[in-house]
T-cell receptor, first 114, second 110 residues
Framework: ETGVTQSPTHLIKTRGQQVTLRCSSQ?????VSWYQQALGQGPQFIFQ???????GRGNFPPRFSGLQFPNYSSELNVNALELDDSALYLC?????????????FGEGSRLTVL | GQQVMQIPQYQHVQEGEDFTTYCNSS?????IQWYKQRPGGHPVFLIQ?????EVKKQKRLTFQFGEAKKNSSLHITATQTTDVGTYFC??????????FGPGTSLSVIP
């Protein structure tokens, strides 16, 4: 497998709540990207972290935030959940900043907002 | 913003038939990546193309990058049921992030 692990695998929240999703990158990878994938669509880029700093953001509101830790693990936080936030959230690690090589994806966290 | 388009959106083929998906951009791409996502799974990297006119093969899969670096294609010869899934092309943006196309969903009828 890819060596990228995500938790939890599934969770259910209600509108207005907050959620934290976690990702452990593949060993040696210092860059992590987060994607949102709604049913039947391609992964949508949320943001990327490189050496603990946000390095690029897609078209997502500020209530989507993240962190990267010194061991390169990462968190995605979503505040004030909305029904449309229901999706598969994918974490992908890569060896270096910049897409000069492949992304290694985790299995994803499937979030349902009721 | 920059985005790639893919056609077709869906393709149903009889096992043994060939399959092709196309990825098109209005702007010149620095490179193109292809990923496969099985139903219920996560995207898995297949290949990266960088050079104009590049052609790469992986067993029954052939990947091409257009001469103008504005399009790419993935061709599968003699499809098998294991080829079922969604195939995404992905571009690297000017700020070095990987942005995915909408994908082509392939169904293979045994």
């Amino acid at each position: 497998e890819t060596g990228v692990t995500q938790s939890p695998t599934h969770l259910i929240k209600t509108r207005g709540q907050q959620v934290t999703l976690r990702c452990s990158s593949q060993s040696g990878h210092n860059t992590v990207s987060w994607y949102q994938q709604a049913l039947g669509q391609g992964p949508q880029f949320i943001f990327q972290y490189y050496r603990e700093e946000e390095n690029g953001r897609g078209n997502f509101p500020p209530r989507f935030s993240g962190l990267q830790f010194p061991n390169y693990s990462s968190e995605l936080n979503v505040n004030a959940l909305e029904l449309d936030d229901s999706a598969l959230y994918l974490c992908a690690s890569s060896l270096e900043q910049g897409a000069i090589g492949e992304l290694f994806f985790g299995e994803g966290s499937r979030l349902t907002v009721l | 913003g920059q985005q790639v388009m893919q056609i077709p959106q869906y393709q149903h083929v009889q096992e043994g038939e060939d399959f092709t998906t196309y990825c098109n951009s209005s702007t010149t791409l620095s490179n193109i990546q292809w990923y496969k996502q099985r139903p219920g799974g996560h995207p898995v990297f297949l290949i990266q193309l960088v050079k104009s006119g590049e052609v790469k093969k992986q067993k029954r899969l052939t990947f091409q990058f257009g001469e103008a670096k504005k399009n790419s294609s993935l061709h599968i010869t003699a499809t098998q049921t294991t080829d079922v899934g969604t195939y995404f092309c992905a571009q690297t943006t000017s700020y070095d992030k990987v942005i995915f196309g909408p994908g082509t969903s392939l169904s293979v009828i045994p």
